[in-house]
């Protein structure tokens, strides 16, 4: 039998031992992080994986492009899948800062409780990878997305940032504290908060106020949550006709996904598991 060989290039000085596990946890047989992988480095390791193992054992092996900078992930995934050829491939996810993955549970989790077209969207926070791809996959499902953070310069970039990427338009507010936060969520149904972990973003009597407001997600795992008066452990629960998911909620599903989206990877050599992939197995897994 052939070993499955999954091989992290990771973007950070050491590689990820989280998605090191769960990769072991997805099916691979042997996992092997390469550290401080970029676009002009990755070269020899992508010709190391195609021109090795002949077209029916290819599959066998694959790659994970992970790490804390998205923009440094999705550069590197360019760099590999330039290097692709004819039958000269092997599949490749991409999950820097597990923004694919949690992201995707997230909008799926809502996508499978309400319809998400046509409504708007606020997406709190979403500067970060895991809110920008939140963003894309929701404008993805026909919301109408606005995304906040504290400055609006680094807004307006993300926004236009998650536009160039997914072909949507993508709103941006600056709202550096909650009292702006709170104007912001104004004539919300989705209120998804996706900021750093153990920080508050908005209070409780906010969204219960705003009759408007139909779902809320958090991802933000630490308290002081960042959606006030809802659960981690939320998934789903209603709070008087307004349904609620917390990190913990999404998280489960996050870390099915992912395994998933692993074992996927050695089904055929040609897949590019990127955010749309894997929101489209997250929709057939939620
Ligand atoms: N549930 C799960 O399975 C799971 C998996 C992965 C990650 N997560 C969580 O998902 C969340 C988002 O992850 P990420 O990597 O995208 O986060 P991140 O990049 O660390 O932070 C997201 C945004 O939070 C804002 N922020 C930072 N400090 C803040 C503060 N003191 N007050 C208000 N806003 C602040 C920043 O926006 P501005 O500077 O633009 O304001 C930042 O861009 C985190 O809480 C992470 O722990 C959950």
Not at 68 to 97: I, W
Not at 134 to 139: F, P
Not at 195 to 223: C, F, K, M, Q, T
Request: net charge neutral.
């Amino acid at each position: 039998m052939t070993s499955k060989l999954l091989y992290q290039l990771d973007t950070d000085w050491t590689p990820s031992v989280f998605d090191n596990v769960v990769a072991y946890d997805g099916g691979a047989d042997h996992v092997i992080g390469h550290a401080h992988v970029n676009a002009d480095n990755v070269g020899p390791l992508v010709e190391g994986a195609i021109y090795t193992r002949g077209p029916k054992e290819k599959r066998f092996t694959a790659f994970f492009v992970g790490g804390s900078n998205m923009a440094a992930g999705e550069a590197v995934l360019k760099a590999v899948t330039a290097k692709f050829f004819g039958n000269f491939r092997v599949s490749v996810m991409m999950d820097s800062k597990g923004a694919n993955t949690t992201a995707a549970a997230g909008v799926a989790l809502l996508a499978k409780a309400a319809s998400l077209a046509g409504k708007k969207a606020i997406v709190l926070a979403g500067t970060g990878p895991v809110g920008m791809r939140v963003a894309g996959l929701l404008a993805l499902e026909g919301a109408h997305v606005t995304i906040t953070g504290r400055q609006q310069d680094k807004t307006a970039a993300a926004a236009a940032s998650i536009s160039t990427r997914f072909g949507k338009e993508i709103s941006a507010v600056a709202a550096p504290d909650s009292a702006s936060r709170h104007a912001a969520i104004q004539g919300a149904h989705i209120i998804y908060a996706a900021g750093a972990a153990g920080h508050g973003l908005i209070d409780e009597a906010a969204w219960r106020n705003e009759a408007s407001v139909e779902l809320l997600a958090d991802v933000n795992p630490e308290p002081p949550l960042g959606i006030g008066g809802i659960g981690a452990g939320d998934k789903g629960r209603d709070y008087d006709g307004k349904l609620a998911f917390g990190a913990l909620g999404i998280g489960g599903l996050k870390l099915k996904l992912h395994r998933a989206c692993v074992g996927q990877l050695f089904e055929r050599a040609d897949q590019i598991l990127d955010a749309e992939e894997i929101y489209a197995l997250a929709k057939a897994t939620a």
